[in-house]
């Protein structure tokens, strides 16, 4: 089922209120079938559906997800499996980040017994338990340039072996990575091998974050809403269309990961049928007065350096340091932006701790 079909449907009998859509039936469907699922009916989103359509039933080795975190690249991936004639074999996933330089080989490619002090047997690493099926790698720039060497070996010549190991071992998997981080500027900072970029970055696809595609909020909050509706034993009908519009109108720093959370913390925290603006949190809120409140000139006056400093670090600090995204708030182009930010000093990684 496709599904950007789902569609959401405001109440016409009260225009403060807006009903979740009485599609329980197609939810209920959707969620059986995929617990992880990417909801969206916007034209970004249907292209990207479309598109993810096409990969699955494609033969294309490697697939490379790009996006900001919380976009739902796992849930894509997920997609592009099940969808594909190697949804009857296994899908297995690791987040590179999450794991020691020293386990992630033996993970990825398995080890033999005695290969180290606590290999006290054989173990099969993903690549032989994913055989048939999709291997589905998360945070790739997060992996060692060692590994990295290693996992480019297994691409190209379809053959790894366990650490400790000294048999070749065959690979037939369709390999899906995913990374929040600009893996071409990696490549420039020598942090990921070009080989290895090329190799990966066969098929891209681009996973927009929320605050690009608004349009796509009511239909998430319905479908959350539903399912924590099941989840918490809850009766949450609607959301309150001020509440909405504040939703609309902030940045989503944890895109479609974020409002889940707060849907979800809602239903746990919170007994009315109605989701109120009383119930968001604050940062939510918050940026309704942000958004609004008035230009004001300071009574000892401001250059218009300052004001120009101020409104870079601003967007620095709303996109998390990501200079793609500032440049955009700031209506100007990548390179304009780098080299403003020279000029006063400012470093991107500077505004990257201040996102939690």
């Known amino acids: 089922m496709n599904v950007s079909s789902l569609n959401y449907k405001s109440s016409a009998a009260e225009d403060t209120l807006n009903v979740v859509s009485k599609s329980q039936d197609i939810v209920q469907q959707i969620t059986k079938s995929c617990e992880e699922i990417v909801v969206g009916n916007t034209t970004l989103m249907k292209e990207l559906l479309d598109n993810v359509e096409k990969v699955a039933h494609s033969h294309a080795p490697t697939v490379l997800l790009q996006g900001e975190s919380g976009t739902g690249k796992n849930s894509i991936a997920r997609i592009i499996h099940q969808k594909s004639q190697r949804a009857s074999h296994p899908f297995m996933e690791i987040n590179c980040a999450s794991l020691p330089e020293t386990l992630i080989e033996s993970e990825l490619f398995g080890h033999e017994r005695g290969a180290f002090t606590d290999a006290k047997q054989m173990k099969k690493g993903l690549f032989e338990m994913a055989e048939g099926g999709t291997l589905f790698l998360d945070e790739i720039a997060e992996m060692t340039l060692a590994t990295q060497a290693k996992l480019l ?204």
């Not at 604050?282 to 250059?303: K, L, N």
């Not at 350096?305 to 182009?333: D, P």
């Open 153 to 356: 070996q297994a691409i190209e010549g379809k053959i790894f072996r366990r650490v400790g190991g000294t048999e070749n071992l065959k690979t037939n998997v369709r390999l899906i990575t995913a990374t929040s981080v600009d893996l071409k500027k990696a490549v420039q900072e020598k942090k990921f091998r070009e080989d290895l970029y090329y190799r990966l970055q066969l098929i891209t696809l681009l996973v927009p974050p929320l605050r690009e595609r608004i349009e796509d909020i009511p239909l998430l909050v319905n479908y959350f809403i539903h399912k924590f509706n099941e989840s918490y034993k809850k009766q949450i009908s609607g959301i309150r269309r001020e509440a909405e519009d504040l939703m609309r109108r902030y940045n989503w720093p944890g895109n479609v990961r974020e409002l889940k959370n707060v849907i979800e913390r809602i239903a746990i925290l919170e007994n009315q049928t109605l989701i109120e603006p009383a119930h968001l949190p604050e940062e939510i809120v918050m940026s309704e007065y942000e958004s609004t409140a008035p230009f004001s000139i300071p009574s000892g006056g401001v250059t218009i350096e300052e004001m120009e400093r101020c409104y870079i670090r601003e967007a620095l600090r709303k996109s998390r340091g990501n200079q793609c995204q500032a440049a955009r708030l700031l209506g100007m182009t990548r390179h304009t932006l780098r080299y403003r930010m020279e000029k006063f000093g400012m470093v991107s990684e500077n505004f990257e701790s201040h996102s939690n």
